[in-house]
């Protein structure tokens, strides 16, 4: 499920929540919003609890007809929560972007976020190099098999993307540091590219995927 067909159905982005370790989940408050401006005639202006019950009902009934939606929830809060089967898709939205990079060069160290983002960066710029080298499609993107929680952390974090192209104060600055820490995990432990004697195989077409995404976001250079 792209996050972009979310947001048309509801007429902005959701917003992801949980960890996606084990489902891939996004909320919605857009009820509550619309509740407010738009009152059904003799409804209280403010949005009372049954015009809201009865917004995020109709959104639910838009959202679930979705390609890759396992899941709507309509919560007593008026509040939507949408379960997606392949999060994955997300990352065929992902554009690059050309984001902040407001630290110093050095140190080149951990304790350094600009070391930590741009080592990323680095990394997953590396990892497009070496598929093409090892002969890792570059076609058949299969986002099911962005399966391992390694990339799905990823994925959680790519996730909040369209919230904050879309937001006044999108914090670009922390958003990075925390995709490339969760990405420094998938590049370490659920390798893109084949290991040793290893094939090149489904798996890896999606991870390189992923790391191009996170490649696309990321500030820095793509050597260090």
Not at 85 to 111: A, F, N, Q, S
Not at 166 to 181: M, S
């Amino acid at each position: 499920m792209r996050p972009g067909r979310l947001a048309e159905a509801l007429g902005e982005p959701p917003a992801p929540d949980g960890t996606w370790e084990r489902e891939a989940v996004y909320v919605s408050a857009v009820a509550l919003r619309r509740a407010r401006v738009a009152p059904r005639p003799g409804e209280p202006a403010a949005g009372g609890g049954a015009e809201v019950g009865r917004v995020a009902a109709e959104l639910a009934g838009q959202v679930r007809p979705l390609d890759g939606v396992s899941r709507v929830e309509v919560r007593p809060n008026g509040f939507l929560r949408i379960t997606v089967e392949r999060p994955g898709e997300l990352v065929e939205e992902v554009r690059p972007l050309d984001l902040p990079d407001p630290w110093p060069d050095l140190p080149r160290t951990w304790d350094n976020p600009g070391f930590v983002v741009r080592y990323a960066h680095a990394r997953a710029a590396a990892v497009q190099r070496w598929a093409r080298d090892l002969g890792v499609p570059d076609t058949g993107f299969r986002p099911e098999l962005l399966d391992d929680p390694r990339c799905r952390a990823v994925l959680r974090v790519l996730a909040e993307l369209p919230g904050r192209l879309a937001g006044r104060a999108p914090g670009w600055e922390a958003f990075q540091v925390r995709l490339a820490t969760a990405y420094h995990d998938a590049h370490e432990l659920a390798p893109a590219v084949p290991v040793g004697d290893e094939e090149p195989a489904p798996a890896h077409t999606a991870r390189v995927r992923l790391a191009r995404a996170v490649r696309d976001v990321l500030a820095g250079p793509d050597r260090i």
